[in-house]
Every structure is written in structure tokens, then in C-alpha cells.
């Protein structure tokens, strides 16, 4: 069963710390991105991948960062957590030229920030 | 840039009732995917259109993709209390997609 693993389910952090959230997608997809999800708001994209150490900025990146060292992995950062980055993360992955291919999610992090 | 509308936002059904819901944009999309969320889980894809008039079922799911490429709808039919959950509709742009704001469905025994 293909799937996109999300490391933590829930995390809670603390104001100022560096968060890491890791996604691991087993099908071999070229390219993966995070989104953060906020009622109301539906699903925005903070980043993107399409090849190993790419990455481009979606449409809310300030506050975060990514890393893509290996095909299969996908890491988001908070560099400094902030109270209003309490989110739903979710990840996902589709293939290379995948405007006809939808994106497979991951079950999310749900990350509480204190 | 792009942005999706669902409407309605939210609705509450009765056990049986058919449903209906739809996505609108002012740009054209080449695809259009509609998802189901359910509660703390992730988005998992229903059903996928990839051409203007397209009317695609999966069980007693139906939706189409409309003449103009600027709209979508997805009907429910003879629901049940599984159905619950958000239901987003996303349009791609290159290798990209963007989501509407999601459709909340409650299903009342």
C-alpha cells in the first residue's frame, strides 16, 4: 500500500524552538510539498519540491523553511515557532509532470504551539 | 493567483438525503480533483476529471467537470453517516494544485 508517512501525529512546542516536521513518501514521486491547514482557510501551500535539494516557495513561506536531501524525504522547519503557527501540516507527493496526477497526503501533524 | 470557491460551506443532512456541492474559479483548470478529509486524517482523493463535460461516478459519488473548465460539482447520493467530513475540490496549474476552502458535511440519523 503506496502511502506519504508523516512522523508525529501531534506535537506541542514551545514559543522560540526550532521545530522539525519529517514526511517520508514511499512511491517514488518526484515531487512533494506542505501545505498547513486552518479552518476556514482551507489548504495553503508554504513549499515545494520537484527533485532532490529543489525547492520553491509557495504561498506563505515566511517562517519556515524545507530541506529535500533524498528523493524520498521531505522536511519542514520552524525556524523560530511562533503561537501563530498552531496548524494542521499536511504533506503530499505526486509524480514528474503531475498536473494529471493528484497529490497523495500524508494524515498530517497537527502542531500546537505554546 | 488562483483561488477556489465551494459553496456551501457547510451543511447538515438528513441519513438518505442526496447532496450536492460546488467549486467555481475565475481561472480555467485542465484538472479538477475533489477530496475527502476525514476528521484528524488527510485528504484522500475521490474522483478526478480531466476533460470539459466530463461526468465521472465512483459508487454513489458522481461529479463533473464543467463545459466552461472554470467549474466542478459533486453529488452524493443516499447518504450515510461515513460521509462525513470535508469535502475539497482542486484545480491544477502545472505541476501544481490549488484547493478551495472545503465544504463541511454533517449526516443527522
Known amino acids: 500500500d503506496v502511502k506519504v508517512t508523516q512522523s508525529s501525529r501531534y506535537l506541542v512546542k514551545r514559543t522560540g524552538e526550532k521545530v522539525f516536521l519529517e514526511c517520508v513518501q514511499d512511491?517514488?514521486?518526484?515531487?512533494m510539498f506542505w501545505y498547513r491547514q486552518d479552518p476556514g482557510l482551507g489548504l495553503r501551500l508554504i513549499y515545494f519540491s520537484y527533485d532532490v535539494k529543489m525547492k520553491e516557495k509557495g504561498d506563505i513561506p515566511e517562517g519556515y523553511s524545507v530541506s529535500r536531501e533524498k528523493k524520498e524525504r521531505f522536511s519542514l522547519i520552524l525556524e523560530s515557532a511562533s503561537t501563530n503557527q498552531t496548524s494542521m501540516y499536511l504533506c503530499?507527493?505526486?509524480?514528474?509532470?503531475?498536473?494529471?496526477?493528484?497529490?497523495?497526503f500524508g494524515s498530517g501533524t497537527r502542531l500546537t504551539v505554546v | 493567483g488562483q483561488q477556489l470557491n465551494q459553496s456551501p460551506q457547510s451543511m447538515f443532512i438528513q441519513e438518505g438525503e442526496d447532496v450536492s456541492m460546488n467549486c467555481t474559479s475565475s481561472s480555467i483548470f485542465n484538472t479538477w480533483l475533489w477530496y475527502k478529509q476525514d476528521p484528524g486524517e488527510g485528504p484522500v482523493l475521490l474522483i478526478a476529471l480531466y476533460k470539459a463535460g466530463e461526468l465521472t461516478s465512483n459508487g454513489r459519488l458522481t461529479a463533473q467537470f464543467g463545459i466552461t473548465r472554470k467549474d466542478s460539482f459533486l453529488n452524493i447520493s443516499a447518504s450515510i453517516p461515513s460521509d462525513v467530513g470535508i469535502y475539497f475540490c482542486a484545480g491544477n496549474y502545472g505541476q501544481n494544485f490549488v484547493f478551495g476552502p472545503g465544504t463541511r458535511l454533517s449526516v443527522l440519523p
Open positions: 503530499a507527493s505526486n509524480p514528474a509532470g503531475g498536473g494529471g496526477y493528484g497529490y497523495t
Open positions: 512511491m517514488d514521486h518526484e515531487n
